[in-house]
């Protein structure tokens, strides 16, 4: 059986209501094996480059100044197929689009501030990941 990887932020919004066991709670139960975790904080530099493919999208300097303005906790997780599952666990990116009972309806404010994040793709999962995590940081 393959298993898969994926990496999440709970955004700096998620950390300053409290809800980073609530939410690591919702992960595991899900499935979801922890194999990367930790409490950091994006620099400006860091915030530009994670959301570089957005550079050119009207929200980039609200995206940097939101994902820079607390902790964030980073984490990979494991399971199989991470990528797709834990997608439909966030919800939609908008939590008023965002279905019953995911993430980014129980716990996420905006369009802007939505709690969480979720790696679109293998390939972005396996790029994110190595942005926050060193080798000997993953188990
Ligand atoms: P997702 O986080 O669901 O992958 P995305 O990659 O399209 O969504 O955008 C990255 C983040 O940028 C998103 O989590 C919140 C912010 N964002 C996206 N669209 C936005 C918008 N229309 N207005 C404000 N912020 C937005
Ligand atoms: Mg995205």
């Keep these: ?10 955004k700096p919004d998620a950390v300053e209501k ?9 992960i595991n139960a899900s499935g979801f094996r922890i194999v990367a975790l930790k409490l950091t904080h994006m620099t400006t ?10 550079s050119e999208r009207p929200f980039y300097g609200e ?4 994902m820079t303005r607390g902790p964030i906790v980073a984490a990979i997780l494991e399971k199989e197929n991470a990528v797709e599952d834990f997608r439909t666990l966030i919800g939609a990116t908008n939590p008023a689009d965002a279905a019953e009972g995911t993430i980014r309806k129980l716990y996420a404010a905006s369009i802007g501030e939505n709690a969480v994040h979720g790696s679109d793709s ?6 994110e990941s190595a942005f926050h995590f060193a080798g000997r940081e993953m188990f």
Excluded at 45 to 54: Q, T
Excluded at 122 to 127: H, K, M, R, S, V
Aim: hydrophobic content about 45%; proline content about 0%; aromatic content about 10%.
């Design 63 to 66: 995206l940097v100044e939101y």
């Design 122 to 127: 293998d390939e972005n999962a396996a790029i």
């Design 18 to 26: 409290g809800h980073i066991g609530a939410i690591l709670e919702k």
């Design 1 to 10: 059986m393959r298993t898969d990887r994926t990496f999440t932020m709970l």
């Design 45 to 54: 530099a860091d915030a530009r480059e994670f959301y570089a493919v957005h």
